[in-house]
């Protein structure tokens, strides 16, 4: 789920040291500087889709930790698989995103498509370099 920022902006990754749009730039060349349509275009010429495993929860701040459990609404994975069968991979940003989505949406959806979890860019997540975050990140070139 967006942080509070990000809601408040209707941007995905809105907290200026999230370090999602600095990966884009350095894996597919997304100008971090560009408004965030020409970012999200950006992300859909080079095949990527952006959306929350979750559509609604319940949250005090921003943390994914804060996140009441029995809250958690995933959104419809099952209309979007159908509405774009060309997706193959689906890619996480932090654990919380893949915890999410495997407990909600895996046992309905059709097991063909293949997920994979990616360290989360969250300033939270300040542990690991961003350099380690890159190399991580570079992944989803392999599939596209």
Known sequence: MPGEMSLRMQQYYAH????????MNDIIGVDVQADYPRRLEALRSAG?????????CERSG???????????????FEALFTQYPGITRVFFNGAAA????????APRIDLSVKWSRLP?????????PYDAKLRAWRSVLDVR
């Open 16 to 23: 200026p040291r999230n370090a999602f749009w600095r990966i």
């Open 48 to 56: 990527i889709g952006l959306w929350d495993v979750l559509s609604f």
């Open 62 to 76: 921003s943390l994914d930790s804060a996140i009441a459990r029995d809250t958690m609404e995933a959104n419809d």
């Open 98 to 105: 893949e915890q999410a989505f495997v407990r909600l949406v």
């Open 120 to 128: 989360s860019t969250s300033p939270a997540n300040a542990a690991m």
